[in-house]
């Protein structure tokens, strides 16, 4: 059977050799497991073994370190927890010779930190077949050696160990030789070929033979070599060494041709057959390639690397042989002692990162282990932190060191840290190693947002259109991404009675405050809301601000005429007398404007006149005087028309009429209510028959009413003239508020007493001083005609005189 087939078979007969699982008293498990098992076998289920849960190997980082190697052999399956092969694992390349192949493994796990020792025993299986040195050994034997002479050959080499290492030799059948098994300690057979009948050079002078080395395993491997025997003549003493064993130190690293010891040989024969020459016998491929001898001299030299951490010893058989063939041996020990040529490696085997900021003092960070493949001091490795970090090394188990933290972290302050570890051993002189690692402090919601200002003051006119923007607020969060993301609301409250969402929204992301709807200055001039700014953390953090809005006023109010009264209302006829000197007070518009300031500020213009240069009024006032004294030409009815504007921008105004009757004589009374439809000639007869048959009929009455008149303003001309005109209550709009010193309206009027015009009725109009916000329109008394006899001194006459508004005393009072 072939190399490869031995090999293939030697794998599936090993799989059924798995030992049984084996348990240290520090609950450290062994597997035993043939070697050059497929990539992905299972070993064993760790999991099980260990009794760990197989749903948390995953979240606590499960993994398999190997220790002292930088190959990895084996790992584990965190969905099952099976230990699986990783990678190829050749029993004789990892222990060589050696009887018990170890391969030590450490099963870390994270939070907490848990370290387990798996020690994997390989076993061997026969996958080498013998093989010697040579594949054909010469020899030369003198012909007058004795029957029973020996003669060594070369041994076989099997790389397997135990069963399935070399266990005999055959020897093909021939008429001279046997073969012999010589035992030696520690398991090693050497075979030599016994003279079984004397040697005839001149009968044969070459003898071939056919040596086979076969090892114990299953299935059996065996090599051969063939052997050659040259028949000389009589060569009697074969070298004898100084030594039986030779042994030598040296150290690692040691230079090229550095010698390490000389061996040396004698041979009592003469000429040829007392030249000694020296060779390295049954040498592995490593001991040759690392050493060399000198085959005059028997001097040994270092030929390659030397390194006490691939081989810390070498066994070298060395034989001297003369010049005929006869050959002794001796074994060459050398012993390489360690050099501290290896830095300390650090290896980072678990680090959290980023790490929040609000971690409590003495939080794991991290793993690290070192590992220094020197022996004794050389090993022994310390790890620490340099820099001044809230941050340091804590020792852990064997090598690894746990990375916590000192202090509390604030991302705020320092929101990341460079962290170098450094490793030094204790060799002498000491070799260290760094490594740099980055650590990010993550942030966490612990910062609320902080308004820029204390308050904010926000500006609108009035009868804004809806939606547009009033002001912005703005804070800043120092925290990261949600945390530090800022989110705007405008917390509920009422304004007016009203919820203030109804008035105010605010974009949640930029904090610009838009209005809802129109606001109204005559409604409310100023109010104020809280704005909330809160940030996207969990859970989130919140600030107030308080944001004053203050409107300013338009002029959306038109200037509302108070006196006299608008068309469709009672109708209003003032009483002129004849005798009115240039300069007289003969009426007054008043008029109020909802609007403030400027926008309230009213001027009053005469835009219509029957005769236009008889009256005239005032700009600011609205008193309407004579320019001129009353002459008979002008016209008894005169009726102007009065245009009150205010100064907002642009103005608005407000049109009345107003009918003066230029007369003294009661008789024309009947004629008043025709000043309204002086226009109109469809009613002229009607007017001039009811004023025929009233001038028959209460002649003797207007004679004394008229005389009466003339009386009184002889006694007191300017009375009904200097005096402010009165305002009838009627002619207030009805709750009209003020609006504290800002509109046209002022609080309180006073009257005495005046009379109404209104058609066919005798309505007395009295008006008393209000102090409060609102002039009441519901104050009117009826009255019978006979109430106002004695004031015109006929009670006659009282149903007519109703027509006229007398005025007997009028004192305004505005403020």
Request: hydrophobic share 35%; net charge negative.
């Amino acid at each position: 059977m072939g190399h490869k087939g031995l090999h293939s078979a030697g794998v599936v007969c090993g799989l059924s050799l798995i030992l049984p699982l084996l348990r240290s008293v520090y609950g450290d498990i062994s597997y035993s497991f043939p070697e050059e098992m497929k990539q992905g076998s299972v070993i064993g289920n760790i999991a099980k073994d260990l009794g760990l849960d197989v749903g948390r190997l995953s979240a606590r980082k499960a993994r398999i370190d190997t220790v002292g190697k930088t190959r990895r052999y084996c790992d584990i399956n965190p969905s099952k927890g099976d230990l699986i092969v990783a990678e190829r694992i050749d029993r004789e390349a990892l222990c060589g010779k050696k009887a018990s192949c170890l391969l030590k493994l450490d099963l870390v796990l994270e939070n907490p930190l848990e370290l387990h020792r798996i020690s994997l025993h390989i076993q061997d299986i026969n996958d080498n077949s013998p093989l010697f040195k040579k594949d054909i050994i010469k020899m030369e034997i003198h012909e007058s050696t004795e029957k029973g002479a020996r003669f060594s050959l070369d041994e076989a080499h099997d790389a397997d160990i135990g069963e399935n290492t070399v266990k005999g030799y055959s020897l093909q059948n021939n008429g001279n030789f046997v073969l012999n098994i010589d035992p030696k300690s520690g398991g090693r057979k050497f075979s030599e070929l016994v003279l079984e009948k004397k040697l005839d050079r001149e009968n044969q002078q070459q003898i071939n033979l056919l040596l086979t080395a076969e090892d114990g395993g299953a299935p059996q491997r065996s090599g051969t070599v063939e052997i050659h025997v040259t028949v000389l003549d009589a060569n009697d003493n074969a070298p004898v060494f100084s030594q039986a064993a030779y042994k030598a130190s040296l150290p690692e690293n040691s230079p090229l041709g550095t010698t390490v010891i000389t061996v040396s040989a004698t041979d009592a024969d003469e000429g040829v057959n007392g030249e000694v020459t020296y060779e390295l016998d049954h040498v592995l491929d490593e001991s040759r390639n690392a050493f060399s001898l000198n085959q005059k001299t028997g001097e040994v030299r270092v030929n390659g690397p030397i390194d006490y951490e691939e081989e810390s010893s070498y066994e070298i058989r060395i034989s001297a042989k003369d010049g005929l063939g006869l050959a002794s041996y001796s074994t060459l020990i050398i012993d390489i002692t360690d050099v501290n040529d290896n830095t300390p490696v650090i290896f980072i085997q678990s680090f959290t990162n980023p790490i929040p900021e609000n971690v409590p003092p003495g939080t794991e960070v991290g793993i690290i282990n070192v590992q220094d493949e020197d022996s004794d001091n050389n090993r022994q490795v310390s790890c620490f932190i340099q820099q001044n970090i809230p941050l340091k090394l804590v020792p852990s188990i064997k090598n690894y060191y746990s990375l916590v933290t000192t202090g509390q972290l604030d991302r705020e302050l320092v929101s990341d840290y460079n962290i170098t570890i450094t490793a030094t051993d204790e060799g002498s002189p000491p070799l260290f190693s760094s490594k740099s690692v980055h650590l990010s402090v993550a942030d966490v919601n612990d910062n609320p947002p902080v308004f820029e200002e204390q308050s904010y003051n926000a500006y609108v006119t009035e009868n804004n259109k809806p939606g547009s923007t009033l002001c912005s607020v703005s804070a800043l969060d120092p925290d990261w991404r949600q945390n530090g993301t800022v989110i705007y609301s405008i917390l509920p409250g009422e304004v007016n009675g009203a919820p203030v969402s109804s008035y105010l929204s605010v974009n949640g992301d930029t904090g610009l405050i838009h209005a809802v709807r129109s606001l109204d200055y005559e409604q409310f001039r100023s109010f104020k809301v809280h704005v909330m700014a809160r940030d996207n953390g969990s859970p989130p953090l919140s600030s107030n601000v308080t944001v004053s809005v203050f409107i300013t006023d338009v002029n959306d109010n038109s200037p509302q005429i108070l006196y006299p009264a608008p068309e469709g209302h009672s109708f209003m006829t003032e009483l002129v007398p004849k005798a009115a000197h240039g300069g007289s007070l003969v009426s007054k518009v008043i008029a109020v404007d909802a609007d403030s300031g400027q926008n309230a500020w009213l001027s009053y213009h005469i835009v219509k006149s029957t005769d236009p240069g008889l009256f005239t009024i005032g700009l600011h006032s609205g008193e309407i005087r004579t320019q001129r004294d009353i002459s008979e030409s002008d016209n008894m009815k005169q009726n102007l028309i009065v245009t009150v504007k205010d100064n907002g921008q642009p103005s608005l105004s407000a049109t009345c009429s107003m009918y003066l009757l230029i007369s003294d004589n009661l008789a024309e009374v009947p004629e008043l209510k025709d000043m309204s439809y002086d226009e109109t000639n469809s009613k002229l007869t009607s007017y001039l028959i009811i004023a025929l048959v009233s001038v028959s009929t209460f002649f003797l009455t207007f004679i004394t009413v008229i005389l009466g008149v003339r009386f009184c303003r002889r006694r007191k001309p300017r009375l009904l003239f200097d005096g402010a005109v009165a305002i009838p209550s009627a002619y207030l709009p009805p709750n009209y508020a003020e609006v504290d010193g800002t509109g046209t309206l002022r609080s309180t009027y006073n009257y005495d007493a005046y009379l109404t015009t209104g058609s066919r009725t005798s309505d007395f109009k009295f008006v008393r001083s209000y102090n409060d916000n609102t002039l009441p329109a519901d104050q009117t008394l009826r009255k019978s005609p006979s109430d106002f006899a004695v004031a015109f001194g006929d009670s006659d006459s009282s149903s007519e005189v109703g027509h006229y508004l007398y005025y007997t005393h009028a004192n305004t009072k505005l403020q």
